[in-house]
């Protein structure tokens, strides 16, 4: 039993040994202190239960598969209302980057510096010490986390996202429904992979699960998590595979931010579950999977070595660099995983809509604004018949973290702690949805933005129903223009050099392990691109919605890509960076956007779709100078342009280290060596080039 104390311990992850001997900090304020001033902070999430006791074990799958199980129970009620409570609602993190991590290797001093700040017995950082975890369990809820096969502690293997995942997980979820402490209701939480991990388990219908909470997640696989416009996003799929099975290898690296995953088993029965980590005495001492021979810390010998046992079946895991390879560069492209063989669709959220909405339960989708999977986060909540269940959030973050980083907190004049605020919504969700608590969710509108430059802002829909389209047309001298200009054409000779990167660590919304420690100002970029903008704008002018950019292009090769980026120019002329879009001209041709479904539901909002299966793409067609039109949209926002700022669209035909250079161009990848490639981007009444935007009118 552990008593409730919140900690403020958001990960051990971070937890540097260092600051564990630094004065012994005083518990942090209650959550609701924490959030914004938007949000309901006097919504009670007072603690109803004081303490809770903690398991670990292993649940069998029906393939006879073991999965690695951590669940915390509410216990000792605050006050005789929940004394009589032994059964509870439970929330479920289903994930492949370990439930719990082991710091071993520390030295005396460290351990007992441990133990004085947090109550530690040994290193092993568990769910319980998120301070929204803790809130949730004192809340009265069951929470749950589990590895999935191939991850963590879980024996298995498997190819990332793989549909068996889904299955797994409402077996998962039976298992829990069947459990003394449960009350029979389930609901899901989590982003990314997590997120992906609840779609595919509510696809399976389990008859426990009433809601999931994804956060930032795709929508279309193919496009949004591997090649969007049909380009490579090589630096993120390369270091997010090694990062992977870095965790899927229990890797012990402090250093770059790798722990070893917590044990499930005590073999020896001595109280501590470091001491079941073998040590890697051979080959990379990082990793004990190398070892022909396992040793352990405490020099016992072990029977059945379960952690051992375990990471050496994910040995057999497919790495995501699978992806990388010129088989798989398009959609409908198959992979094969033991007997079975797997396309991009069968991992897609998208294609697995119909399953869930035919399952009844409601999602709270969460997004970001400078999220690379942000456009999955609309199109999911878009795609589902709406109601009182389906609900969306999207604040001015990136993929990770969860809270908006200093720099755009400084621009926005972001006034509260964003991962707090949308932890509370999720409570309300969840209380709504699991306790059948009336917390206002079922009134309020389901849409809920923050506005960059104006604020929160709930919305009846997604689109706004009032947007209005402007369109802004490529005109002469780099203008950008209301009205259609003179016929004209400007050529650009593309800088296979450009790459869009920003702050001190080099990084963007693609590379979704980490975000920018700057603004991303692409003042001096725009300088390597074709730009048009317009002039000061004479009052403010707030886009929501998705841009779309219509291009009219001709180049001296047979195929190119085209990338746009748009911008807020202020006065000084900085040019801050809103959002962007890519397209390989081979896909130019439009296709039905059902594809992504299957063909079973409309994909909402209504996108220029390209299909990017092999038979759709056009290797020549930029060949004998012919004239193309490229329209795609731009990743979603939400943005003020105030009065005196202009509005920036910079054109380029690479960002090199992020994306893949186009392989017909540059057949060594070194950007020196590409072929000279000229675009030609054709303007005026014949080629209407231009971008459109989703205006909110001020009324």
Known sequence: MRKITTLGILTAL?????????????????????????????????????????????????????????????????????????????????TPYNRAFALPGMALWERIALRWRTGLKEAIFDRSLSQPVRTMIGLGYAYVVVDMRGTGASFGSQTPLMPRLGSDGAEIVNWITSQSW??????????????????????????????????????????EGTRPGGITTTRWLSEYSDHLQAFNLSKNDPDNGFFPVAPVVD????????????????????????DDELIYRDGQLREQHYLARAVDEHKDNVLGRRLLEPDMRFSDAIQAFGNDTLSFIDTSPGAMLDKVAASGVSVLNLGGWFDG????????????????????????????PEGVTPPYQDLLGYDGDLASDVVLEEIRFFDWCLKGIDTGVSEEDPVLLYVMNRGWRHEKSWPLERQEIQSLHLGPSGSLEPGIGEPGSDHYNVDFEHTADFG????NRWILMRSPDSLMVRTELDERTLAYETEPLDTELEVTGHPIVDLWVSANQPDADVFVYLSDVSPDGTANYITEGQLRAGFHRMQDPKLQTRGLRPVRPELPWHGFRAEDYDANALANDQIVNLRFD?????????????????????????????????????????SATTLTLHRGTAYQSRIELPVIPLS
């Open 504 to 507: 001190s660590n080099d990084t």
């Open 634 to 674: 731009l990743q979603p926002t939400s943005w003020v342009f105030t009065e005196g700022h202009r509005i920036r669209i910079s054109i380029a035909g690479a960002d090199a280290g992020n994306f893949e250079l186009h392989p017909d161009l540059c057949s060594t990848g070194v950007a020196g060596q590409c």
């Open 182 to 223: 449960s009350n029979g209701s389930v609901g899901m939480r989590g982003q990314s992979y997590v997120a992906w991990s609840q779609y595919a388990t509510a696809s399976q219908a389990p008859e426990g699960l009433q809601c999931i909470a994804p956060g930032v997640i795709m929508f279309d696989t193919f496009t």
């Open 14 to 94: 971070v937890l540097a040994i260092a600051s564990l001997m630094a004065n012994r900090t005083s518990d942090p304020p209650p959550l609701t202190t924490l959030v914004g001033p938007f949000f309901d902070a006097d919504y009670d999430v007072t603690e109803k239960f004081l303490s809770f006791r903690k398991e670990s074990r292993f649940v069998r799958l029906r393939d006879g598969t073991d999965l690695a199980v951590d669940f915390f129970v509410p216990e000792d009620a605050a006050d005789d209302s929940g004394s009589l409570t032994t059964r509870f609602p439970t929330i479920l993190e289903y």
């Open 267 to 290: 073999e020896d029965g001595d109280g501590r579950w470091i001491d079941e980590i073998p040590l890697a005495s051979s080959g990379d001492v990082t990793l004990f999977t190398d």
């Open 373 to 400: 999977f942000l456009k999955g986060t609309t199109k999911l909540f878009s795609s589902m018949e709406q109601g009182s269940g389906m609900r969306m959030i999207i604040g001015p973050r990136f993929h990770v």
